[in-house]
């Protein structure tokens, strides 16, 4: 169980320190995260939103829409520091972007109500037996609408090259930033949609700043490795 430091909100070098040796801190690169960013907006009562627990229903029990009784460890890891972030950033909100819209791999329906809604109510169950607080839950099903309002409010944007951001071929829609640092994607476009038409979690996520009100908050986001680019 890790440290929970309960005195002030810590500066940058203190909460990278007081981490090094615990468990989530091994789980976790913070060195991109702009963690001085986010402490100076909570000291300064600014807006902050934190999302480290995100579970997918496809990585628990798809057939009755519940968690798993022990969790895959990046959800286990996830929640570990929700609570940490819960004792860190009091007067920051917590969400969860849970997601039951992408689906086990050869299966082509989509999740029913009835599933989608067990998985959420399994999902505030866990937290309130481990002692964790999420102030506000978001489904990724709920996102596909803005992400294509999203995709369509991009082709407007061009490089200095004057090519598009977006680029479309076969059905499947990319996104090129010109300056992602990981090297996955070719060209630095990685996709938005697939070509059978399914949105990514990139897309559905970033949809959420067609919102003026996530434009002005500081948003602390924490992912698995898989999705570094």
């Known amino acids: 169980m890790p440290e929970i430091i309960t005195s002030s909100p ?10 090094e040796n615990e468990t989530p801190r091994e789980s976790v690169n913070f060195s991109k995260c702009q963690m001085d960013k986010v402490i100076t907006a909570h000291n300064n009562d600014q807006p902050v939103e934190y999302e480290s627990f995100s579970p997918y229903l496809r990585d628990n029990n798809p ?11 990046e959800d286990r890891a996830g929640l570990e520091i929700l609570k940490l972030l819960n004792e860190e950033f009091p007067n920051a909100k917590a969400i969860s972007l849970y997601d039951e819209y992408n689906l086990p791999p050869g299966q082509a329906e989509s999740y029913s109500k009835q599933q989608k809604e067990n998985f959420l109510t399994s999902i505030k169950q866990r937290l309130t ?9 978001v489904s990724e099903s709920s996102k596909v609408e803005a992400a294509t309002t999203l995709v369509e409010q991009l082709k407007n944007i061009t490089q200095p090259d004057s090519k598009s951001v ?3 071929k076969g059905g499947a829609i990319y996104f090129n930033d010109g300056q992602s640092e990981g090297g996955q994607y ?3 476009f990685f996709p938005l ?4 038409g399914r949105w990514t979690c990139e897309a559905l996520d970033a949809s959420s700043f067609l919102n003026p009100e996530n434009q002005k ?3 602390l986001v924490i992912l698995p490795k898989r999705f570094e680019i």
């Open 10 to 19: 810590p500066t940058e070098h203190e909460f990278t320190n007081k981490r």
């Open 63 to 73: 057939d009755d829409g519940s968690l798993k009784q022990e969790m895959i460890p």
């Open 129 to 137: 037996s481990e002692g964790a607080k999420v102030d506000h839950f």
């Open 166 to 168: 977006i680029k479309e």
């Open 186 to 188: 070719d060209d630095h």
């Open 193 to 196: 949609r697939t070509k059978g």
């Open 217 to 219: 908050t500081t948003h």
